[in-house]
């Protein structure tokens, strides 16, 4: 146990040398705030992904043409009533609908904007409850609806899409088409999914006649063997539209595993950060040594002296450490108060501007955690050098001085 008169001896000396502490203090406090700002952001990210993986989405597939490389789906592949039908078929299925999916031109008065249509067949409760949102004001779209227009929550917000907001029973002008508004969808988080236009199938296909696929096809299923379903489900289709196994022109997913894919690769960028923010750490504790060292051969003849007058080993090392490892401590509490300044000012920048799913959680743990963690890392860096220190032979202090 470091005694007392060692403590105030070492907080004097940093005092002194108020230069070298702060930078060995910046040095390791800029990988403290990154590695917050990024933990973060990253349990925030988590806790949206847990948000999604709820019990309305447990039981949804979803059934999707086969894409160009990730950019829209291959030339010439349809996903139609027909496919609806076979997907109805396979054993585990309750019931499966299509959706159409498109961009389209919005006014209101002399101001336009594109954004995406969303058409979906409002007699099957089960689409719109899949994706995990209800309407925020109004109702959502009834059967046999038709002329009117559910929005998403950019459009009550002004200047946000257009300058004046929407409200319910007001007119917006889709593709030369006016629909009345008869409800508004609560928060995403993202631009594009609170920007979009819902009508049901029957008004999409009234508006686009000439529109011969679904964007996807969303089933409802027994979620005892979610897998041997997906298998009836391909099955089925494979036979349906002449295709081998294994060069299927379409691919079926279940709402958790597309949700875990993206939590995967969120998780893998996150860490890639966290990885290049420890990298920083490290270095920064390199350095903390070489100021450490230098601290050393500066202070030979202090040691020298200390030593002449009784010091043990001892002390000297328990002085050095303490050192090393209270700047390391200070460089984490700094850190943390940066790191979380800058992730609050960062979530409320992404909320206004549309971006409400990526947000920072803040955890007792991560700011204790960090915190030690930085006091740690001083005191690793400063091990080396207070073992030189406590091994300076006093006669060669002071004679070399």
Known sequence: MISIESV???????????GRSALTIFSILVGIATIFI???????????????TSSSSADKVIIMPQTAGGFGAVEGVVLNDT????????AGVYEASGLYYGAVLVKQNSDQKYTFIIGYDPKKDFVISSFNIDVEKGRLLKPGDMKVAVLGYNYVISNKIFPKT?????????????????????????????????ISNNQ?????????????????????????????????????RGVEEGKEDFYVQSFDELIESF??????????????????????????ANTMITSVLERYKEIGVL????????????IF??????????????GVAVGWGISYSAGAILKNLGWGFLQPYFSVYLFVGLILFAGITGAISGVFPAVKASKTNPVDALRNE
Do not use: H
């Open 321 to 334: 450490l303490f050192e090393s490892a209270f700047l390391g401590t200070v460089a984490g509490i700094i």
């Open 83 to 90: 496919d609806v039908k076979e997907i109805n078929k396979a």
């Open 307 to 318: 030593k002449a007058m009784g010091a043990k080993n001892s002390s000297i090392f328990e």
């Open 8 to 18: 105030r001896y070492s907080l004097r000396n940093l005092k002194q040398n108020k």
């Open 263 to 288: 939590a995967s690769a969120i998780n893998i960028i996150v860490g890639f950060v966290i990885l290049i923010a420890l990298i920083s750490v490290l270095v920064s504790t390199i350095n903390t």
């Open 166 to 198: 929407f409200d319910i029973n007001d007119n917006i002008e889709v593709n030369g088409v006016k629909l009345k508004v008869v409800g508004i969808m609560e928060e995403i988080g993202n631009p594009q999914d609170d920007s979009q236009v819902y």
């Open 38 to 52: 990024f933990i973060s952001f990253g349990y925030g990210l988590y806790n949206y992904t847990n948000e999604l």
């Open 204 to 240: 999409f296909e009234e508006m686009f006649p000439d529109e011969e696929s679904y964007g996807q096809i969303i089933a409802r299923v027994d979620i005892k063997d979610i897998n041997k379903v997906n298998e009836n489900i391909e099955r089925g289709l494979r036979k349906s």
